[in-house]
């Protein structure tokens, strides 16, 4: 069905931005539903945000203002922006496709985010 490749994680400061990217290598991309979702140690899986292929989008309460998500359907290419991060932001980041039309669902390997001096 494809795969997802998540890109853009590291080590930042408090107040730093990083720009995760999501690579998908099947064809139904421009189709898709695509979200960032994060989970940190001991925590749940959370929804941090997600476009839809009509550009509609979304954002969780503790990211909005902060976080910008958008799409490349050129690049099959998903992109979140994230300003003024926090440490409570530290999570390993995963991205999901849904696809119109099918209940398959697709998941990165994840990718980890640390904010912290």
């Known amino acids: 069905q494809g795969q997802l490749v998540e890109s853009g994680g590291g080590l930042v400061q408090p107040g730093g931005s990083l720009r995760l990217s999501c690579t998908a290598s099947?064809?139904?991309?421009?189709?898709?539903?695509m979200s960032w979702h994060r989970q940190a140690p001991g925590k749940e899986r959370e929804l941090v945000a997600y476009?839809?292929?009509?550009?509609?989008?979304y954002y969780d309460t503790s990211v909005k203002g902060r976080f910008n998500i958008s799409r490349d359907d050129a690049e099959s290419t998903m992109y979140l922006q994230m300003n003024s991060l926090k440490p409570e932001d530290t999570a390993i980041y995963y991205c999901?496709?849904?696809?119109?039309?099918?209940?398959?669902?697709?998941w990165g390997q994840g990718i980890q985010v640390t904010v912290a001096s």
């Open positions: 999901r496709q849904i696809t119109a039309g099918s209940y398959n669902t697709c």
């Open positions: 099947g064809d139904t991309f421009k189709i898709s539903t």
């Open positions: 476009i839809t292929s009509g550009l509609s989008t």
